[in-house]
């Protein structure tokens, strides 16, 4: 169990340092030509780490219809608005913002799927929302207005938390490892060529070329977004989605982090503050709290 937290807590960090690396990369290449790219490359090292594992095989069609389903949400916008967004905004808000990911998620399974909710997860998204407001309606100026960036990071949250619901809908019927490398390869077609529409050309992806610039692709996609996305589904298997769920929490402080450290970007008290209140109501909000709770009862009770 140690070997599988451990495990979840280097993905957490390359995650969180992630978001600087998109920042990065969104700078030097146009943000949809970069994504498709990037993952690409992600799909293919997933097929064949699947392929090596002894878990791949071709979708059946109507398999190939939920994957379509699933990517356009999951893959194709999610990604999308990302790198359009990070492009238009800091890299600190951009991390906070994400970091909102489980909460929204918890929110469109309970108005999609009409699940119960209690008042203590109310309380957490009620504080998730304030910590988001505060990261992007205040500064070290002072208020300020929203940028496009932030809203646009915001609607990639969204749509990730949608496709998430559409997956526990349509319930796959393959390995999940196996899923997430079709659905990134068939995205990343997809992004590429709606990419060709508004900006026609592959010139900028000759900026990879730098070795800086093409560490800094390589870490993003093979590292954060390859083996991130495989580990992560494999600790959910292991230790129960509540408990990864709680390490989420540790994504957002290692993209602060990383914008202070990578970006030079300033860290104000207002983003100390947003990002309180919005790990504060995601661990509350995905019922971290009350599984906490209902094991210690449990074990008290056993004593």
Known sequence: MVRIYILLLLVMVMWGFNVSALKVLVDAIDPMLLTSFRIMTAGIIVLIVCYFMGI?????????LVIFYISIFNVI?????????????????????????????????????????????????????????????????????????????FLAVVVQGFSFVLISKLKPTFDPRLATGYMLVLGAVFIFLFGQIFNPGIQEVTSLFDWKLGSVFLFSAVLASAFGHMTYNYAIKKVGPAESAIFINLNTLFAIIGASVFL?????????????????????GTGAVEYVLLRRGKEHIGR
């Open 77 to 153: 916008l999610h990604h999308s608005l990302v790198a359009i967004g990070l492009e238009r905004t800091s890299g600190i808000n951009g991390g906070l913002i994400l970091g909102m990911m489980p909460l929204v998620t918890v929110m469109m399974a309970l108005i999609i799927l009409r699940e119960r909710i209690s008042w203590i997860r109310i309380s957490g998204f009620i504080l998730g929302f304030i910590g988001v407001v505060v990261t992007t309606l205040t500064g070290a100026d002072g208020l300020a207005s929203v940028s496009l960036g932030d809203f646009i990071v």
């Open 264 to 284: 030079n970007e300033i860290i104000t008290k207002y983003h100390v503050v947003g990002f309180i209140l919005i790990l504060s109501g995601v661990f509350i």
């Open 56 to 64: 791949f095989r071709l979708p059946f069609k109507h398999e190939w």
